[in-house]
């Protein structure tokens, strides 16, 4: 029989399920059984199961248990429960991890214990996003006053088990049993089980080392989600509290204290219970309080005391005068601190003013690159909104220089007028591919919308802190999160920004793998689009167009064709061919003057004043960039792509990058400026490999892009319809890509063959049939019914 059986519950942990099967398995004990229980709504079929099928034989072997679907975190404890063999049963959850040696830890306290009931762990809670750290001593709770030795627990009175969640804990399974001990159905389990179980406990004992590292999960405690679930408080109070009858006072006395606290402070928080429910949980949260109030009891001092005093007293409408009296004393102190971006009393007051007026359920508020215009992912989802909903007024707000490039027709505000905080106060929707200003307030009741502006090649976020030349540059982390904070959805392109995206960003919100709504245009942009497009910005006729799109280097002061690491465009079209011209694009940072760079060549085209980067890309028949995000764009058009990476070893080193970018091009690579142009000259970029590279570089990054995305984000986030009714990816290999203009040229290079001729193909590619239609409809039959949406 094992000595442990580590129960897993594994429902909605499959992308950090793996890291905590390893921390058990490293544990290295013959006497350890793994029980994973899925309770998803696909049972055996759900995303967990296949992270436990890639670990078939593994040692310990894994158990798999299913609960019954949407029975809940309880019944699958209970399920892992029953299924146990192990002399003692730990619980940890499925994004959770155990600590190195963590299990040879408890088998000695355990053993210098005499093998007490409940052995009550140390544990730490991190955020998900942080590496495992080595076991410390943890936090100081109520226990780290217990005994050394085992103890009965009426000589640790405080430690009532109400802060104890079920995986701090290690329990005697006969014991367990003996007691039929159990999770209650729905909210508040881990009420119905630790503290029940340290009530029937005769002998105790602590572990003073951290067993458990728990990771806050990036959507926050599911108990701060609004509804009347949280009347399951009140029935788990109540459970425990009958459990006491007949126990001194000194026993009841702490754990009474710790559920009231509990229960007020859900009763005082508006966003656990909505306004209709607020007087009925009261009500019976005042009946529970007299039933069960032992003898003697003496509420606590200062705020909390008076509460306890008017919920015995039944008094509603006294305890929400003095909550709306805190409430007020803290808009008081924000007032008197609101951060610089609210210059001037009057600003302040206004906006404060406005924050009190209703919400306009109709009005949507854009903003794109702080301001610089009308752009990326922002600008196509009002676009698609003036489609499918007319009714909402969308407005983009911009810096005064951006005014003139708005396209006509489009309501925009400047930033920082009363205008720009009026519509941020009362605003239902807000979209960014940024963020807003730290001194907007988060209503109740708005939805923020995250779309993030590019594929995370560097890296981002949290992630940023590891580079010492980027984060100075980022500033307060702590901003950061509190921003980060406000999110509701947050839009992702494809798997890899997914996971990137909840490591560095972690909040509350829902991720939504819709693709990115900029890059519909490379699915429904037709031959006509792209000649026209061609035209405006002086491509000639018949041209072959290199874009040419560095990205910003964080160790670099502005954009220098002279160095290190870029290329001089002029010498870039030479290189590519008698007929080809360069679109230079820099980075956004390098244009906020507003106008285009002056270029000796008219080989030489600058774009990078134009307003749209996809435009841009449209244009281009092939592209040279090195770190630019752009490269997961373009990569839709499936057009040649060609990596110029000569200074990556610095840029990896101030920057930091998310994967190895060498070891899965979207085409050939480059070291040096020379190498490059070679490339060019031998056709590499129109190589079989070269595709190749593409194919597979589509297949990671563009699985979601199918010209379909802002549609999916309207319907979904501004029209409130549900995920099964979105429109279906269309998969990879059914798009159109808009087509191009003219292949890249692919120049002669003589080398003698066998019968000393030239051996190298030096004809290019037939280029794409011109498009003559639109791609299918949204509502095209796919067998995925709809696109992920992941909390």
Not at 266 to 276: I, Q
């Amino acid at each position: 029989m094992p000595r442990f059986s580590v129960v897993i519950p594994a429902h909605g942990t499959a992308h950090r399920l793996a890291e905590a099967l390893d921390s058990v398995a490293g544990q290295r004990r013959p006497d350890l059984e793994v029980i994973v229980v899925l309770d998803g709504p696909a049972g055996s079929h759900a995303p967990e199961a296949d992270v436990l099928a890639t670990r078939a034989g593994q040692d310990p072997p894994l158990r798999p248990v299913l609960s019954p679907p949407s029975a809940g975190l309880g019944a699958a404890r209970n399920a892992g429960l029953a299924a146990a063999r192990g002399d003692y049963v730990l619980f940890l959850d499925g994004d959770d991890v155990l600590t190195p040696g963590a299990l040879d830890a408890v088998a000695a306290r355990l053993a210098s214990a005499g093998d007490p009931d409940v052995l009550v762990l140390g544990h730490e809670r991190a955020p998900w996003w942080t590496p495992a750290r080595p076991p410390g001593p943890g936090p100081r709770l109520p226990e780290q006053h217990a005994p050394d030795g085992p103890f009965h627990p009426a000589e640790v009175p405080a430690l009532t088990g109400v802060r104890l969640p079920a995986w701090s804990a290690a329990y005697r399974r006969a014991f367990v049993a003996a007691h039929r001990l159990a999770f209650a159905d729905g909210w508040y389990t881990d009420l119905s089980f630790t503290p029940a179980a340290l009530l029937a406990a005769d002998r105790i004992a602590v572990l003073r080392r951290t067993v458990v590292e728990h990771r806050v999960r990036r959507q926050g405690s599911r108990l701060n989600e609004p509804g009347p679930h949280h009347r399951d408080l009140l029935d788990r109070a109540g459970d425990l509290l009958r459990r006491t009858a007949g126990l001194p006072a000194a026993r009841t006395g702490p754990l009474f204290a710790d559920l009231f606290a509990l229960v007020l402070r859900t009763a005082a928080d508006p966003r656990r219970l909505p306004a209709a429910d607020r007087r009925a949980f009261f009500a019976a949260a005042a009946g529970l309080y007299r039933r069960h109030r032992p003898a003697g009891f003496r509420p606590p001092r200062g705020s909390l005391g008076v509460q306890h005093r008017l919920l015995a007293a039944g008094s509603h409408p006294a305890f929400r005068l003095l909550r709306a009296a805190h409430r007020v004393a803290g808009r008081l102190r924000a007032l008197a601190v609101l951060p610089a971006p609210l210059r001037g009393l009057r600003t302040r007051l206004h906006y404060r003013r406005a924050l009190r007026r209703p919400l306009d359920a109709d009005l949507v508020v854009y903003c794109a690159y702080w301001g610089r215009g009308y752009a990326c992912n922002p600008a196509a989802i009002h676009a698609k909104a003036r489609e499918l909903a007319p009714h909402l007024r969308g407005v983009f707000l911009v810096e005064p220089e951006a005014v003139p490039t708005l396209p006509p027709g489009v309501e925009h505000a400047v930033i920082g007028t009363r205008a720009y905080w009026e519509l941020l106060a009362r605003a239902t929707y807000l979209v960014s591919n940024a963020n807003f200003a730290d001194a907007v307030v988060k209503r109740p009741g708005t939805v923020h919308l995250q779309t993030q502006h590019g594929t995370p090649l560097k890296r981002m976020g949290l992630d940023q802190a590891a580079h010492p030349v980027v984060a100075a540059a980022t500033g307060s982390f702590a901003k950061l999160l509190a921003r980060v904070q406000r999110w509701d959805h947050n839009l992702s392109s494809n798997p890899h920004s997914t996971e990137t995206w909840e490591r560095v960003f972690p909040g509350g919100h829902t991720t939504l793998e819709y693709g990115y709504p900029r890059n519909d245009v490379y699915c429904t942009a037709t031959a006509r689009d792209v000649a026209r497009i061609r035209r405006e910005l002086g491509v000639p006729e018949g041209a072959t167009a290199v874009l040419y799109a560095p990205t910003h280097r964080d160790h670099a002061d502005g954009f220098d064709a002279a160095h290190d690491g870029l290329l001089d465009p002029e010498r870039l079209a030479e290189a590519a061919g008698e007929n080809a011209v360069v679109l230079l694009r820099a980075h956004y940072f390098h244009d906020r003057a507003g106008h285009e760079r002056a270029t000796a060549s008219p080989r030489v085209i600058d774009v990078t004043s134009h307003r749209s980067a996809e435009d841009v890309c449209l244009a281009a028949d092939m592209l040279v960039t090195d770190y630019s995000s752009i490269m997961f764009d373009y990569a839709n058009l499936d057009r040649p792509i060609v990596v110029h990476a000569s200074d990556l070893d610095v840029y990896r080193a101030t920057r930091g990058v998310t994967f190895d970018l060498l070891a899965s091009p979207p085409g050939p690579v480059s070291r040096t400026s020379e190498e490059l142009y070679r490339l060019l000259a031998e056709g590499a970029h129109t190589s079989a490999e070269s595709a190749r590279l593409r194919a597979a570089f589509r297949a990671r990054f563009c699985p979601w892009d199918d010209g379909h995305a802002a549609e999916r984000v309207v319907r979904h986030v501004l029209l409130g319809e549900p995920p099964a009714a979105l429109p279906p990816v269309t998969p990879l290999p059914s798009r159109t890509p808009a087509p191009s203009a003219a292949p890249p040229e692919r120049r002669r290079v003589p080398t003698a063959g066998a019968d000393g001729q030239d051996s190298r193909d030096a004809s290019p590619p037939a280029a794409p049939a011109p498009r003559a239609a639109p791609p299918a409809p949204a509502n095209a039959p796919h067998p995925r019914t709809a696109p992920p949406v992941r909390n």
